[in-house]
């Protein structure tokens, strides 16, 4: 059981450029997550998908993309990375709405 | 919507001595409450929960505690060992999809 997995570990990207993060997860879990972590910020929510075909918008989703196409899996896109997007991306998932497993995040830096 | 307040940002302790943290909570609706530990370089851990219908949740030596009331709950941390070191973050949730509203950690240092 690998449990949430996170792809790719690192990144960096040029302003303007677009990318995709994969979130994994191997619980049969209905609910996913996105957050972002920002120092002296906390967690906070980006977008969070309920089940398979379905996504929702959370607290801070401007300039983000998600999709969930299969159920073990939950993308998010960033169509022209912004230096404020310079964040450590974590995923997480859930069998119900609040016990959350997290991944082990994606550290993505903008330049 | 929610706010959690969390507090102190910082505490340094005495290896052996206990720890406490405290957060509160704006939502009287909100009815689950986790905490997770952070380790550098790594992901959240659940490290323990407490729902609005219990007053107090012990796992070995961690417990929290749930006021209501006052809308506030705590982590305890006894016996503290020099691998509890990490940054730990409560949470609130009134139990809908959308999830968790985290504090914003506090940086748990043990001293030798």
């Known amino acids: 059981n690998a449990g949430v997995t996170q792809t790719p570990k690192f990144r960096v990207l040029k302003t303007g450029q677009s990318m995709t993060l994969l979130c994994a997860q191997d619980?049969?879990?209905?609910?996913m997550y996105w957050y972002r972590q920002d120092p002296g910020m906390g967690l906070r929510l980006i977008h969070y998908?309920?089940?398979?075909?379905?996504?929702a918008k959370g607290e801070v989703p401007d300039g983000y993309n998600v999709s969930r196409l299969k159920k073990q899996n939950f993308l998010l896109g960033l169509e022209s990375a912004a230096p404020s997007q310079t964040s450590v991306y974590f995923c997480a998932s859930s069998y119900v709405a609040n016990e959350q497993y997290f991944g082990p995040g994606t550290r993505l830096t903008v330049t | 919507g929610e706010n959690v307040e969390q507090h102190p940002s910082t505490l340094s302790v005495q290896e052996g001595d206990s720890a406490v943290i405290k957060c509160t909570y704006s939502?009287?609706?909100?009815?689950?409450f986790p905490w997770y530990k952070q380790e550098l370089g790594k992901g959240p851990q659940l490290i323990i929960d407490i729902r609005s219908n219990v007053g107090e949740k012990k796992d070995q030596r961690i417990a929290v505690t749930l006021n209501k009331t006052a809308k506030h709950f705590s982590l305890h941390i006894t016996e503290t060992q020099p691998e509890d070191s990490a940054v730990y973050f409560c949470?609130?949730?009134?139990?809908?999809?959308?999830?968790?509203?985290f504090g914003k950690g506090t940086h748990l240092i043990i001293q030798p």
């Open positions: 949470a609130a949730s009134i139990g809908g999809a959308d999830g968790l509203t």
């Open positions: 619980m049969n879990h209905e609910y």
């Open positions: 998908s309920v089940g398979e075909g379905t996504t």
């Open positions: 939502d009287s609706a909100s009815n689950y």
